[in-house]
């Protein structure tokens, strides 16, 4: 199954010790801190240009949350959990998603700080960005050219790491049996309500839901509220959202929804941006927001701990089982917080 390390194979000969990989990517932070008005305004025309829904806006986010991958002290952090001498170089599959921009980074830097050679076919919709960091982390480091290769087509590999929807995850789990794999499937974010948050909180929780316009799995799609909470009351702390309305790709949807809804006398509270629908439903469309009563926050917990695996995060002041974010920062995870709560390095370490 696994290629076997000898002269046949050179890629798989480049060894980088773990303290030349780790420096590489701190020095690509610092590269992209720095990075020219004039590269980066370049950079988000073409990566925009390709995809619509990857605005300016949203690509520096992508990149705030990739800086904050790459800052020292967390790198040290997280690396320090690990034995990466035991580790001997696979050729490493990635699917990348294409969802939000540079879906798929922190499987490459999981992959190639690991040791591991990465072949990753990327999404048709987020090639620019991915191929940009690459160059950029050849550029430091000569030896990652003979490390990173984009192919159409996953063959020749010893593992996989593929992220998709349900219906692809099916697919994956079949082709790629063979392999040692992560298979990622669909997943949202929600938010529990109690009542006692701070107009900040809810401020905040503008950023979780609406940030990539919803499309991230790390975006909040339903909000869980105590019985007799007034659910206008939010629409106040959301109101720097509502420019999302002008973009075409968001209205469109938002007006697709909003026809579909009326045409079947669907009870929906409208904000003129975004739509918000009470239903049990998990995962709203773009643009629509599902909320839910409860009764009680003990019995919410026993009924959200039966989903969790369609969970990735839960924005609240309430403790989740360890999968609770302070509002405003479901799109800022750290390193170590890993999709689907499977740990990336773990597996690749134990990859022989």
Not at 14 to 28: A, E, H, P, V
Not at 100 to 109: F, K, Q, R, S
Not at 160 to 170: F, K, L, M, Q, Y
Request: charge should be negative.
């Amino acid at each position: 199954m696994f290629a076997s390390l000898t002269s046949s194979d050179p890629k798989l000969l480049i060894k980088l010790n773990i303290n030349t990989r780790l420096n590489s990517f701190l020095k690509l932070g610092k590269r992209f801190k720095n990075l020219p008005d004039d590269e980066t305004e370049r950079l988000f025309e073409q990566a925009e240009h390709q995809n619509p829904w990857f605005t300016k806006d949203n690509i520096r986010l992508a990149f705030e949350g990739l800086l904050n991958y790459l800052e020292e002290e967390k790198m040290n952090r997280w690396v320090a959990d690990y034995d990466f001498s035991v580790i001997q170089p696979k050729t490493v599959g990635v699917v990348m998603a294409g969802n939000i921009p540079m879906a798929g980074i922190h499987d490459m830097i999981c992959v190639l700080l690991s040791g591991h050679n990465l072949k990753a076919k990327l999404s048709n919709q987020d090639e620019v960005l991915i191929r940009f960091i690459a160059d950029e982390l050849m550029k430091i480091e000569p030896d990652f050219a003979q490390k990173i290769e984009f192919a159409e087509v996953l063959s020749n590999i010893d593992a996989v790491i593929a992220t998709g929807s349900d219906n692809t995850s099916r697919y994956f789990d079949y082709y790629f049996s063979k392999y040692p794999h992560i298979i990622r499937k669909n997943r949202t974010s929600i938010a529990v309500l109690t009542g006692d948050e701070s107009a900040d909180d809810l401020k905040a929780l503008g950023h979780d839901i609406f940030s990539y316009f919803g499309l991230g799995c790390r975006n909040v799609s339903k909000l869980y509220v105590p019985k007799g909470y007034e659910i206008n009351s939010l629409f106040e702390h959301f109101k720097d959202y509502d420019t999302l309305i002008d973009h075409y790709k968001y209205h469109n949807n938002y007006y697709y929804q909003k026809s579909i809804l009326l045409v079947n006398q669907t009870e929906h509270k409208d904000t003129g941006f975004a739509i918000f629908i009470e239903t049990d439903k998990l995962v709203s469309p773009v643009s629509m927001i599902y909320y839910e009563f409860y009764d009680d926050l003990n019995d919410l917990r026993n009924e959200l701990i039966l989903i969790s695996d369609k969970i990735q995060c839960i924005v609240s002041n309430e403790n989740f089982f360890g999968k609770n974010v302070k509002f405003g920062t479901a799109q800022k995870p750290e390193p170590w917080d890993y999709a689907d709560d499977i740990d990336t390095i773990k597996f690749l370490t134990e990859l022989r």
